[in-house]
Antibody
Framework: QITLKESGPTLVKPTQTLTLTCTFS??????????VGWIRQPPGKALEWLAL???????RYSPSLKTRLTITKVTSKNQVVLTMTNLGPVDTSTYFC???????????????WGQGTLVTVSS | QSVLTQPPSVSGAPGQRVTISCTGS?????????VHWYQQVPGTAPKLLIY???NRPSGVPDRFSGSKSGTSASLAITGLQAEDEADYYC??????????????FGGGTKLTVL
């Protein structure tokens, strides 16, 4: 059974850096084709895709946020980490991590999602 | 950045059929990329409803179906039930930026069961 869970700070000050961790079970990022993505959702608004990392450390980013995002993996701990720099109030969102359904396909659906973690950016 | 356009809201009575559209462009749906659909009850994580434009994951009732044509896709829900009241999102992929392709979500549609 695949599960994912996000963790990190709930409150971050403007201009600070956010680090979120996705801890998962039921699959391994050492398996060929496996990918884990991050998606966020501002309160009352739509989903926004942020980044994706593959088993082979290939990474993809949202073009609009690429300069501020870094996605990494700690395979031995079954974790994926997302870092976002220079936060502003518009970054206040629930951040989700999710498992890529089809191996290798960056355009694949996400079939398992974490519960999400709400991050508020405020001084 | 490219967009996937969904109607902000749709509604229907129990037992009725509703459809939710997702309109893209030649750089995403029109390029042949699959469309996926998610259901999200407010306060919870999205749930995958349809993948690969027309396929249902196991456990999703056959009341939910997806289709795709040209630069658009649709989600149809038949035999509407109160529990279907939720937000629905489409997802596809876009290659409009030469330096990098990206995943795209629609703006979401709120389904109200009357």
């Amino acid at each position: 059974q695949i599960t994912l869970k996000e963790s990190g700070p709930t409150l971050v000050k403007p201009t600070q850096t956010l680090t979120l961790t996705c801890t998962f079970s039921g699959f391994s990022l050492s398996t060929g084709g496996v990918g884990v993505g991050w998606i966020r959702q501002p309160p009352g608004k739509a989903l926004e895709w942020l980044a994706l990392i593959y088993w082979n450390d290939d990474k993809r980013y949202s073009p609009s946020l690429k300069t501020r995002l870094t996605i990494t993996k700690v395979t031995s701990k079954n974790q994926v980490v997302l870092t976002m720099t220079n936060l502003g109030p518009v970054d206040t969102s629930t951040y989700f991590c999710a498992h890529l359904r089809h191996p290798f396909d960056v355009w694949s659906a996400y079939d398992y999602w974490g519960q999400g973690t709400l991050v508020t950016v405020s001084s | 950045q490219s967009v996937l356009t969904q109607p902000p809201s749709v509604s229907g009575a129990p037992g009725q059929r509703v459809t939710i559209s997702c309109t893209g462009s030649s750089s995403n749906i029109g390029s042949g990329y699959d469309v996926h659909w998610y259901q999200q009850v407010p306060g919870t994580a999205p749930k995958l409803l349809i993948y690969g434009s027309t396929n249902r994951p196991s456990g999703v009732p056959d009341r939910f179906s997806g289709s795709k044509s040209g630069t658009s896709a649709s989600l149809a829900i038949t035999g509407l039930q109160a529990e279907d009241e939720a937000d629905y999102y489409c997802q596809s992929y876009d290659n409009s930026l030469s330096a990098s392709d990206f995943v795209l979500f629609g703006g979401g549609t709120k389904l109200t069961v009357l």
